[in-house]
């Protein structure tokens, strides 16, 4: 009697794990951080192959960029320099490297 009743548990819970939508497994707020953490992954994959690919100095992809070789002229010298030199290094370079500012002020002022 107990094996029959085990089968049967074994089978509704089967049907009901296997009923649910995407949607009512992955849209809840407990899977909200995995959300946060994959999109944030991929916005920065796409924003660092995006700029990889279409301002690079170093990446050529039609052959006739290819078999110039390395230049090493001024103007070569220029759009290096302009690449590695990008508005966020710029911006980055005004800002205190701390990760919480108003936190770090808090805790450090005298009582």
């Not at 899977?31 to 301002?55: D, K, M």
């Not at 039609?62 to 110039?68: A, N």
């Not at 070789?69 to 070569?76: F, T």
């Not at 759009?79 to 108003?102: A, N, V």
Request: aromatic share 10%.
């Amino acid at each position: 009697d107990l094996s029959r009743h085990e089968e049967r548990d074994s089978r509704t819970s089967h049907h009901t794990m296997a009923s649910k939508t995407w949607s009512q497994i992955w849209v809840r707020p407990e899977v909200y951080p995995i959300w946060a953490a994959v999109g944030g992954a991929l916005c920065i994959t796409t924003f660092f192959v995006t700029r990889q690919i279409s301002t690079s100095p170093g990446f050529r992809p039609f052959k006739e960029g290819r078999m110039e070789g390395v230049h090493e002229g001024k103007a070569r010298v220029k759009e290096g320099t302009q690449w590695r030199e990008h508005s966020i290094r710029k911006f980055m370079r005004t800002q205190k490297p701390q990760i919480f500012p108003g936190l770090n002020a808090a805790m450090t002022k005298a009582s």
